[in-house]
Protein backbone atom coordinates (compact mmCIF):
# COMPACT_ATOMS: atom_id res chain seq x y z
CA UNK A 1 0.00 0.00 0.00
CA UNK A 2 1.15 3.24 -0.71
CA UNK A 3 0.42 6.56 0.88
CA UNK A 4 0.26 10.18 0.19
CA UNK A 5 0.15 13.57 2.27
CA UNK A 6 -3.76 14.89 2.47
CA UNK A 7 -3.16 18.51 0.92
CA UNK A 8 -1.36 21.09 3.18
CA UNK A 9 -2.35 19.04 6.18
CA UNK A 10 -0.13 16.57 8.54
CA UNK A 11 -2.61 13.34 7.38
CA UNK A 12 -0.90 10.23 5.54
CA UNK A 13 -3.69 8.71 3.47
CA UNK A 14 -3.43 4.96 2.27
CA UNK A 15 -3.99 5.50 -1.57
CA UNK A 16 -6.63 3.59 -1.46
CA UNK A 17 -9.49 4.19 1.46
CA UNK A 18 -12.49 2.31 2.51
CA UNK A 19 -16.25 3.67 1.83
CA UNK A 20 -19.01 2.57 3.59
CA UNK A 21 -22.13 4.01 1.61
CA UNK A 22 -23.50 0.41 1.49
CA UNK A 23 -22.69 -0.22 4.89
CA UNK A 24 -25.70 2.52 5.76
CA UNK A 25 -28.15 -1.05 4.11
CA UNK A 26 -31.43 -0.68 3.01
CA UNK A 27 -34.26 0.92 3.72
CA UNK A 28 -33.71 4.64 2.72
CA UNK A 29 -33.60 6.83 -0.50
CA UNK A 30 -30.08 5.77 -2.10
CA UNK A 31 -29.84 2.73 -0.52
CA UNK A 32 -27.28 -0.12 -2.03
CA UNK A 33 -29.78 -2.49 -0.35
CA UNK A 34 -30.03 -4.68 2.52
CA UNK A 35 -26.60 -5.38 4.64
CA UNK A 36 -25.41 -7.24 7.29
CA UNK A 37 -23.25 -5.62 9.70
CA UNK A 38 -21.63 -8.35 10.75
CA UNK A 39 -20.28 -8.31 7.01
CA UNK A 40 -20.11 -4.53 7.17
CA UNK A 41 -17.59 -5.04 10.53
CA UNK A 42 -15.43 -7.62 8.94
CA UNK A 43 -14.94 -5.39 5.88
CA UNK A 44 -13.17 -2.36 8.14
CA UNK A 45 -10.90 -5.37 9.71
CA UNK A 46 -9.73 -6.77 6.62
CA UNK A 47 -8.92 -2.94 5.07
CA UNK A 48 -7.28 -2.49 8.03
CA UNK A 49 -5.25 -5.66 7.62
CA UNK A 50 -4.30 -4.48 4.50
CA UNK A 51 -2.66 -1.26 5.41
CA UNK A 52 -5.74 0.73 4.60
CA UNK A 53 -5.93 3.24 6.99
CA UNK A 54 -8.47 5.60 6.76
CA UNK A 55 -12.33 5.10 6.34
CA UNK A 56 -15.04 7.76 4.88
CA UNK A 57 -18.58 7.63 5.68
CA UNK A 58 -21.22 9.89 6.19
CA UNK A 59 -24.65 10.87 8.67
CA UNK A 60 -27.17 10.09 5.82
CA UNK A 61 -25.51 6.82 5.32
CA UNK A 62 -28.47 4.41 6.17
CA UNK A 63 -29.32 7.77 8.38
CA UNK A 64 -26.92 7.48 10.33
CA UNK A 65 -26.31 3.39 10.40
CA UNK A 66 -23.00 3.35 8.74
CA UNK A 67 -21.16 5.64 11.41
CA UNK A 68 -23.23 3.16 13.94
CA UNK A 69 -21.24 -0.11 12.39
CA UNK A 70 -18.14 1.93 11.60
CA UNK A 71 -18.16 3.09 15.35
CA UNK A 72 -18.86 -0.49 16.37
CA UNK A 73 -15.87 -1.70 14.61
CA UNK A 74 -13.15 0.16 15.50
CA UNK A 75 -14.30 -0.16 18.96
CA UNK A 76 -14.58 -4.04 18.77
CA UNK A 77 -10.95 -4.08 16.70
CA UNK A 78 -9.31 -1.07 19.40
CA UNK A 79 -8.17 0.83 16.44
CA UNK A 80 -7.95 4.06 15.34
CA UNK A 81 -8.17 4.89 12.27
CA UNK A 82 -8.31 8.37 10.03
CA UNK A 83 -12.02 8.80 9.68
CA UNK A 84 -13.99 11.25 7.80
CA UNK A 85 -17.62 11.99 8.11
CA UNK A 86 -19.68 14.31 5.97
CA UNK A 87 -22.79 16.87 6.87
CA UNK A 88 -25.59 18.52 5.15
CA UNK A 89 -27.92 15.91 4.48
CA UNK A 90 -30.84 15.58 7.24
CA UNK A 91 -33.32 13.17 7.92
CA UNK A 92 -37.25 14.26 8.21
CA UNK A 93 -40.09 13.00 9.83
CA UNK A 94 -41.30 10.37 6.73
CA UNK A 95 -38.64 9.13 5.32
CA UNK A 96 -36.96 11.99 3.82
CA UNK A 97 -34.09 13.92 3.48
CA UNK A 98 -33.43 17.92 3.42
CA UNK A 99 -30.11 19.83 2.83
CA UNK A 100 -29.34 21.80 5.15
CA UNK A 101 -26.32 23.56 6.15
CA UNK A 102 -27.43 25.95 9.17
CA UNK A 103 -25.12 26.96 12.19
CA UNK A 104 -27.69 25.23 14.44
CA UNK A 105 -27.96 21.94 12.07
CA UNK A 106 -24.19 21.36 11.50
CA UNK A 107 -23.69 21.74 15.14
CA UNK A 108 -26.29 18.87 15.93
CA UNK A 109 -24.86 16.84 13.17
CA UNK A 110 -21.36 17.12 14.15
CA UNK A 111 -22.39 15.78 18.05
CA UNK A 112 -24.68 13.34 16.60
CA UNK A 113 -21.59 11.47 14.03
CA UNK A 114 -19.23 12.11 17.36
CA UNK A 115 -21.58 10.03 19.21
CA UNK A 116 -22.68 6.99 16.70
CA UNK A 117 -18.58 7.01 15.94
CA UNK A 118 -17.71 6.79 19.45
CA UNK A 119 -14.96 9.31 18.96
CA UNK A 120 -14.16 12.44 20.60
CA UNK A 121 -12.64 14.04 17.31
CA UNK A 122 -13.25 13.65 13.78
CA UNK A 123 -10.28 13.85 12.00
CA UNK A 124 -12.19 15.12 8.48
CA UNK A 125 -15.45 16.19 8.16
CA UNK A 126 -16.52 17.22 4.84
CA UNK A 127 -19.85 19.22 4.02
CA UNK A 128 -21.48 16.56 1.61
CA UNK A 129 -23.14 18.62 -1.02
CA UNK A 130 -22.98 22.39 -1.33
CA UNK A 131 -26.67 22.40 -1.11
CA UNK A 132 -28.53 25.03 -0.36
CA UNK A 133 -25.82 27.58 -2.20
CA UNK A 134 -26.84 30.02 -0.17
CA UNK A 135 -25.79 28.16 3.06
CA UNK A 136 -22.57 27.47 2.61
CA UNK A 137 -20.84 29.82 3.87
CA UNK A 138 -22.74 29.96 7.11
CA UNK A 139 -22.00 26.24 7.03
CA UNK A 140 -18.55 26.45 6.54
CA UNK A 141 -17.79 29.24 9.24
CA UNK A 142 -19.26 26.74 11.78
CA UNK A 143 -17.23 24.04 10.95
CA UNK A 144 -13.90 26.23 11.40
CA UNK A 145 -15.51 27.24 15.00
CA UNK A 146 -16.05 23.23 15.26
CA UNK A 147 -12.30 22.79 14.34
CA UNK A 148 -11.16 25.80 16.78
CA UNK A 149 -13.51 24.07 19.40
CA UNK A 150 -11.40 20.74 19.15
CA UNK A 151 -14.56 18.88 17.65
CA UNK A 152 -12.97 18.35 13.78
CA UNK A 153 -9.03 17.64 13.12
CA UNK A 154 -9.30 19.21 9.28
CA UNK A 155 -12.27 20.62 7.71
CA UNK A 156 -13.03 19.54 3.91
CA UNK A 157 -15.90 19.34 1.23
CA UNK A 158 -17.50 17.14 -0.96
CA UNK A 159 -18.95 18.07 -4.49
CA UNK A 160 -17.89 21.61 -4.91
CA UNK A 161 -16.71 23.51 -7.86
CA UNK A 162 -13.92 25.94 -8.07
CA UNK A 163 -16.33 29.09 -7.79
CA UNK A 164 -17.49 27.31 -4.75
CA UNK A 165 -14.44 26.43 -3.81
CA UNK A 166 -13.13 30.03 -3.85
CA UNK A 167 -16.04 31.09 -1.66
CA UNK A 168 -15.37 29.68 1.78
CA UNK A 169 -11.62 29.68 1.15
CA UNK A 170 -11.17 32.93 2.99
CA UNK A 171 -12.84 31.63 5.96
CA UNK A 172 -11.54 28.70 6.70
CA UNK A 173 -8.44 26.49 4.44
CA UNK A 174 -9.93 23.93 3.11
CA UNK A 175 -8.05 20.51 3.79
CA UNK A 176 -9.37 18.47 0.70
CA UNK A 177 -12.05 18.08 -1.88
CA UNK A 178 -14.17 14.64 -2.33
CA UNK A 179 -15.09 14.70 -5.88
CA UNK A 180 -16.46 12.35 -7.94
CA UNK A 181 -14.12 10.86 -10.37
CA UNK A 182 -13.65 7.70 -12.63
CA UNK A 183 -13.17 6.59 -16.36
CA UNK A 184 -16.26 7.59 -16.95
CA UNK A 185 -16.60 10.70 -14.94
CA UNK A 186 -14.20 12.92 -15.81
CA UNK A 187 -15.31 16.45 -15.18
CA UNK A 188 -12.86 17.49 -12.65
CA UNK A 189 -9.60 17.04 -15.06
CA UNK A 190 -10.91 20.82 -16.74
CA UNK A 191 -9.62 22.88 -14.06
CA UNK A 192 -10.83 21.59 -10.62
CA UNK A 193 -7.64 19.18 -9.63
CA UNK A 194 -5.59 21.70 -11.02
CA UNK A 195 -6.76 24.60 -9.09
CA UNK A 196 -6.92 22.09 -6.13
CA UNK A 197 -3.21 21.67 -6.98
CA UNK A 198 -2.19 25.14 -6.91
CA UNK A 199 -4.15 25.41 -3.44
CA UNK A 200 -2.35 22.51 -1.83
CA UNK A 201 -5.92 21.01 -1.25
CA UNK A 202 -5.62 17.42 -0.92
CA UNK A 203 -8.28 15.45 -3.03
CA UNK A 204 -10.08 11.69 -2.20
CA UNK A 205 -11.87 10.83 -5.42
CA UNK A 206 -15.39 8.84 -5.28
CA UNK A 207 -16.69 6.16 -6.97
CA UNK A 208 -13.29 5.43 -8.73
CA UNK A 209 -15.58 1.89 -10.34
CA UNK A 210 -18.30 4.06 -10.90
CA UNK A 211 -20.59 2.17 -8.45
CA UNK A 212 -19.45 -1.12 -9.79
CA UNK A 213 -19.86 -1.07 -13.53
CA UNK A 214 -16.14 -1.09 -14.13
CA UNK A 215 -15.65 -4.20 -12.44
CA UNK A 216 -16.86 -5.94 -15.19
CA UNK A 217 -19.56 -7.76 -13.52
CA UNK A 218 -22.86 -5.89 -14.29
CA UNK A 219 -25.29 -6.68 -16.81
CA UNK A 220 -28.34 -6.04 -17.79
CA UNK A 221 -29.42 -9.66 -15.71
CA UNK A 222 -27.64 -7.95 -13.09
CA UNK A 223 -29.02 -5.26 -12.53
CA UNK A 224 -32.72 -6.98 -12.83
CA UNK A 225 -31.66 -9.01 -10.05
CA UNK A 226 -30.61 -6.00 -7.42
CA UNK A 227 -32.99 -5.01 -4.57
CA UNK A 228 -35.52 -2.58 -4.94
CA UNK A 229 -34.36 -0.25 -3.22
CA UNK A 230 -30.71 -0.49 -4.73
CA UNK A 231 -30.42 3.36 -5.84
CA UNK A 232 -28.52 1.87 -8.78
CA UNK A 233 -31.76 0.71 -11.03
CA UNK A 234 -32.88 4.56 -11.18
CA UNK A 235 -29.23 5.17 -12.91
CA UNK A 236 -28.90 6.06 -16.25
CA UNK A 237 -25.73 4.51 -16.35
CA UNK A 238 -26.94 1.19 -15.93
CA UNK A 239 -29.52 0.98 -18.26
CA UNK A 240 -29.60 1.08 -21.90
CA UNK A 241 -28.12 2.79 -24.24
CA UNK A 242 -25.65 3.77 -22.06
CA UNK A 243 -24.58 -0.07 -20.45
CA UNK A 244 -24.09 -1.53 -23.80
CA UNK A 245 -21.62 1.44 -24.65
CA UNK A 246 -20.05 0.53 -21.33
CA UNK A 247 -20.13 -3.09 -21.35
CA UNK A 248 -18.01 -1.94 -25.09
CA UNK A 249 -15.58 -0.21 -23.46
CA UNK A 250 -14.72 -2.59 -20.51
CA UNK A 251 -14.14 -5.44 -23.46
CA UNK A 252 -11.56 -2.92 -24.68
CA UNK A 253 -9.78 -2.64 -21.12
CA UNK A 254 -9.75 -6.45 -20.56
CA UNK A 255 -6.89 -6.72 -22.63
CA UNK A 256 -5.05 -3.79 -20.93
CA UNK A 257 -5.92 -5.46 -17.43
CA UNK A 258 -4.94 -9.17 -18.66
CA UNK A 259 -1.73 -7.58 -19.73
CA UNK A 260 -0.83 -5.89 -16.25
CA UNK A 261 -2.05 -9.24 -14.44
CA UNK A 262 -4.61 -7.14 -12.73
CA UNK A 263 -8.65 -7.03 -12.76
CA UNK A 264 -10.36 -4.26 -14.36
CA UNK A 265 -11.44 -3.19 -10.73
CA UNK A 266 -8.06 -2.88 -9.79
CA UNK A 267 -7.25 -1.16 -13.40
CA UNK A 268 -9.96 1.94 -12.55
CA UNK A 269 -8.85 2.59 -9.51
CA UNK A 270 -5.34 2.48 -10.78
CA UNK A 271 -6.07 5.10 -13.69
CA UNK A 272 -7.83 7.04 -11.20
CA UNK A 273 -4.40 7.02 -8.73
CA UNK A 274 -1.89 8.01 -11.48
CA UNK A 275 -3.21 11.82 -11.53
CA UNK A 276 -0.43 13.42 -8.77
CA UNK A 277 -3.32 15.48 -7.64
CA UNK A 278 -4.72 12.55 -6.16
CA UNK A 279 -4.21 11.29 -2.77
CA UNK A 280 -6.74 8.49 -2.41
CA UNK A 281 -9.06 6.80 -3.66
CA UNK A 282 -12.41 5.84 -2.30
CA UNK A 283 -13.31 1.93 -2.84
CA UNK A 284 -16.71 0.92 -1.53
CA UNK A 285 -16.87 -2.46 -0.31
CA UNK A 286 -19.68 -4.86 1.20
CA UNK A 287 -17.42 -8.05 1.95
CA UNK A 288 -13.81 -8.57 3.23
CA UNK A 289 -13.09 -10.42 -0.23
CA UNK A 290 -13.80 -7.14 -1.92
CA UNK A 291 -11.63 -4.95 -0.27
CA UNK A 292 -8.87 -7.57 -0.48
CA UNK A 293 -8.87 -7.07 -4.43
CA UNK A 294 -9.47 -3.17 -4.38
CA UNK A 295 -6.83 -2.69 -1.72
CA UNK A 296 -4.14 -4.03 -4.17
CA UNK A 297 -4.96 -1.49 -6.56
CA UNK A 298 -2.74 1.32 -4.12
CA UNK A 299 0.51 -0.42 -5.71
CA UNK A 300 -0.78 0.14 -9.58
CA UNK A 301 1.21 1.90 -11.46
CA UNK A 302 0.27 2.23 -15.15
CA UNK A 303 2.47 2.97 -17.98
CA UNK A 304 2.88 6.09 -20.00
CA UNK A 305 2.01 3.67 -23.09
CA UNK A 306 -0.74 2.00 -21.28
CA UNK A 307 -2.07 5.40 -20.23
CA UNK A 308 -2.48 6.21 -24.00
CA UNK A 309 -4.33 3.18 -25.06
CA UNK A 310 -6.57 3.98 -22.52
CA UNK A 311 -7.45 7.12 -23.58
CA UNK A 312 -8.23 6.53 -26.64
CA UNK A 313 -10.88 4.25 -25.75
CA UNK A 314 -12.38 6.43 -23.16
CA UNK A 315 -12.39 8.70 -26.57
CA UNK A 316 -14.40 6.74 -28.49
CA UNK A 317 -16.51 5.75 -25.60
CA UNK A 318 -16.95 9.55 -25.09
CA UNK A 319 -17.74 10.03 -29.07
CA UNK A 320 -20.65 6.95 -28.74
CA UNK A 321 -22.42 8.83 -26.33
CA UNK A 322 -22.58 11.96 -27.75
CA UNK A 323 -23.68 10.63 -31.34
CA UNK A 324 -26.08 7.77 -29.74
CA UNK A 325 -24.77 4.88 -31.80
Not at 108 to 132: F, G, N, T
Not at 242 to 261: C, H, P, S
Not at 276 to 291: N, Y
Amino acid sequence: MQYRKLGWTELELSTVGLGTWAHGGGGWRFSWGPQDDEESMATVAAALELGVNWIDTAAVYGLGHAEEVTGAALKKLGKCPIVATKCGRVPVEGGGIVSRLTAKSVREECEASLRRLQVEVIDLYQVHWPDPEAQIEEGWSTIADLVKAGKIRYAGVSNFNVAQLKRIQPIHPVASLQPPYSMLMRGVEKETLAYCAANRIGVVAYSPMQKGLLTGKVTPEWVASLPADDHRRRDSNFNQPRLGYITELLDGLRGMAEKNQISLAQLAIGWVLRRPELTSAIVGARRPAQIQETAAAGDVILAAGDSAAIETLLQAYEHKLQVGV
